[in-house]
T-cell receptor, first 109, second 112 residues
Framework: RKEVEQDPGPFNVPEGATVAFNCTYSNSASQSFFWYRQDCRKEPKLLMSVYSSGNEDGRFTAQLNRASQYISLLIRDSKLSDSATYLCVVRDSGYALNFGKGTSLLVTP | EAQVTQNPRYLITVTGKKLTVTCSQNMNHEYMSWYRQDPGLGLRQIYY???????DKGDVPEGYKVSRKEKRNFPLILESPSPNQTSLYFCASTPVGEDEQFFGPGTRLTVL
């Protein structure tokens, strides 16, 4: 089975901090890469896609290194509302998604 | 409102009593999928469907059945539930050619 590995955390950070999550994947033929956000007991929701050129959406920056099979997510100026579990997700061929087990983030006042 | 709905949202049942969890999407998506989420294991795909009458096994299909008679509906059937099927279940859909999958709100199933 193709693996997606991420540090489960939890990451406890104060408001305003910068926090980085990392993820590695085992299938070098993987085609698409994402970060999903999941709030407690709720459905996962797409946070952002990840591209080799790197991409930014407000306080969130995602990077992909295909050579190292490594994906990262950087959150700047953390807000209380950023507290959630962040899922690293990889799509191989077809439409099936391979999920990491998630990294838990808690932002404290 | 574009959405994926699941019913029931919560269910407690007993071993061996057949049950169906319904999933419906109103976005005309071709691809639909079922996942289960367990502590420490993440989300794992059970079954998926590329379109009407086309279904295939995911990573953990044992003990489950699905059908896709209409594009909008993709029910998950447990013919004889067992305690190891106690889990949080998510249905998801996506249009062909797109990457983002839209998830339903989840069904929390407990099998005693």
């Amino acid at each position: 089975r193709k693996e997606v590995e991420q540090d489960p955390g939890p990451f406890n950070v104060p408001e305003g901090a910068t926090v980085a999550f990392n993820c590695t994947y085992s299938n070098s033929a993987s085609q698409s890469f994402f970060w999903y956000r999941q709030d407690c007991r709720k459905e996962p929701k797409l946070l952002m896609s990840v591209y080799s050129s790197g991409n930014e959406d407000g306080r969130f920056t995602a990077q992909l290194n295909r050579a190292s099979q490594y994906i990262s997510l950087l959150i700047r100026d953390s807000k209380l509302s950023d507290s959630a579990t962040y899922l690293c997700v990889v799509r191989d061929s077809g439409y099936a998604l391979n999920f990491g087990k998630g990294t838990s983030l808690l932002v404290t006042p | 409102e574009a959405q994926v709905t699941q019913n029931p949202r919560y269910l407690i049942t007993v071993t061996g009593k057949k049950l169906t969890v319904t999933c419906s999407q109103n976005m005309n998506h071709e691809y639909m999928s079922w996942y289960r989420q367990d502590p420490g294991l993440g989300l794992r795909q059970i079954y998926y469907s590329m379109n009407v009458e086309v279904t295939d096994k995911g990573d953990v299909p044992e003990g489950y059945k699905v059908s896709r008679k209409e594009k909008r509906n993709f029910p998950l059937i447990l013919e004889s539930p067992s305690p190891n099927q106690t889990s949080l279940y998510f249905c998801a859909s996506t249009p062909v050619g797109e990457d983002e999958q839209f998830f339903g709100p989840g069904t929390r199933l407990t099998v005693l």
